[in-house]
């Protein structure tokens, strides 16, 4: 059966530090990745796709950026963390385009 | 556009009570429809999907929902709720692009 990662599962960072969230699925090959951010009372927004190793597509302007180096590896990115980009990250997978998407444990960010 | 609705933000039902939670959708075609269930700092877990066919959909934990074409809604039942379904629940719709489009989510609390 597939699994998804997320790690870690907290973290805690200073404003302007850098930043790296992974994400692995196994039980699979080339899956859909995925990359949400859920803040409060604001549902899911997607940040950013992946349909294959090195194919990034970014769904809104910000401070992050999405790199698969590996088919089943997905890892979120900032080289200066705002403030703003506190909150609960997710990351999901599914088998194509129009496909149940399958999420992760997600990891709580939070930037002092 | 697309877009997903969720109208109630909380809910409070009596354990053992019946629950209904609404979810009303805008979607050009004939839309794929998701009900998920979040825990306190967990990921998302799939309830039901609806692609096509039925438009009683059965799920997991006693869940059920209806498509409703005529009414753009999905609607999720159960007729019986237990304590531990007290949790968010999140409403999608898609394809949207290579994602799904989320409501933003109805609070379940549960009261003996």
């Known amino acids: 059966s597939q699994t998804i990662h997320q790690w870690p599962a907290t973290l805690v960072q200073p404003v302007g530090s850098p930043l790296s969230l992974e994400c692995t699925v196994e039980?699979?090959?080339?899956?859909?990745l995925y990359w949400y951010r859920q803040a409060a009372g604001r549902g899911l927004q997607l940040l950013f796709y992946?349909?294959?190793?090195?194919?990034i597509s970014s769904e809104v302007p910000q401070n992050l950026s999405a790199s698969r180096p590996q088919d089943r590896q997905f890892i979120l990115s900032s080289k200066k963390l705002l403030l703003s980009d506190s909150g609960f990250y997710l990351c999901?997978?599914?088998?194509?385009?129009?496909?149940?998407?399958?999420f992760g444990p997600g990891t709580r960010l939070t930037v002092l | 556009a697309q877009s997903v609705t969720q109208p109630d933000i909380h809910i409070t039902v009596s354990e053992g009570a019946s629950l209904e939670l609404r979810c009303n959708y805008s979607?050009?075609?004939?839309?794929?429809l998701f009900w998920y269930v979040q825990s306190p700092g967990q990921g998302l877990q799939l309830l039901l999907k609806?692609?096509?066919?039925?438009?009683l959909v059965q799920g997991i934990k006693g869940f059920e929902a209806e498509f409703k074409r005529s009414q753009s809604s999905f609607n999720l039942r159960k007729p019986s709720v237990h304590w531990s379904d007290a949790a968010e629940y999140f409403c999608?719709?898609?394809?949207?692009?290579?994602?799904?489009?989320f409501g933003k989510g109805t609070s379940l609390l549960v009261t003996p």
């Open positions: 979607y050009g075609a004939t839309p794929y």
């Open positions: 999901a997978w599914s088998g194509g385009l129009v496909d149940t998407q399958y």
């Open positions: 992946s349909v294959g190793i090195g194919q």
């Open positions: 999608a719709v898609g394809p949207s692009g290579y994602a799904l489009n």
């Open positions: 039980g699979t090959s080339n899956p859909n």
């Open positions: 609806y692609f096509s066919g039925d438009t």
